[in-house]
């Protein structure tokens, strides 16, 4: 089994940054993908950012690109989602999640192991 603890979300302006962290612990993820989703009130879970094991290989919603930036520190075990410009629609519980797949992914199903959820709120 695999642990997934986020943190970093709180309340921000328009405009303002945070950085989402992921903490991974348990069983090791040799050579997998991790990615973050999000949530928005009555809204369905949506794909945001993924990163390779090497960190080499990103992928990004188009409503984040340009914007988030996603990076890993395998010795660490964390992934990071630095969240810049951010705007109300950004408002959402953001998940990190973690595949044993090595290969990039959109779809929550490809995904194998969730935490448990940190709140983002973006005031205008």
């Known amino acids: 089994q695999v642990q997934l603890v986020e943190s970093g979300g709180g309340l921000v302006q328009a405009g303002g940054s945070l950085r989402l962290s992921c903490a991974a612990s348990?069983?090791?993820?040799?050579?997998?993908?991790m990615g973050w989703f999000r949530q928005a009130p009555g809204k369905e879970r949506e794909f945001v950012a993924a990163?390779?094991?090497?960190?080499?290989?990103?992928d990004y919603a188009d409503s984040v690109k340009g914007r988030f930036t996603i990076s890993r520190d395998n010795a660490k075990n964390t992934v990071y989602l630095q969240m810049n410009s951010l705007e109300p629609e950004d408002t959402a519980v953001y998940y990190c999640?973690?595949?044993?797949?090595?290969?990039?992914?959109?779809?929550?199903?490809?995904?194998?192991?969730w935490g448990q959820g940190t709140q983002v709120t973006v005031s205008s």
């Open positions: 999640a973690a595949a044993l797949s090595s290969l990039i992914a959109r779809k929550a199903y490809e995904y194998d192991y």
């Open positions: 990163i390779s094991w090497s960190g080499t290989i990103t």
């Open positions: 348990g069983r090791t993820l040799s050579s997998g993908v």
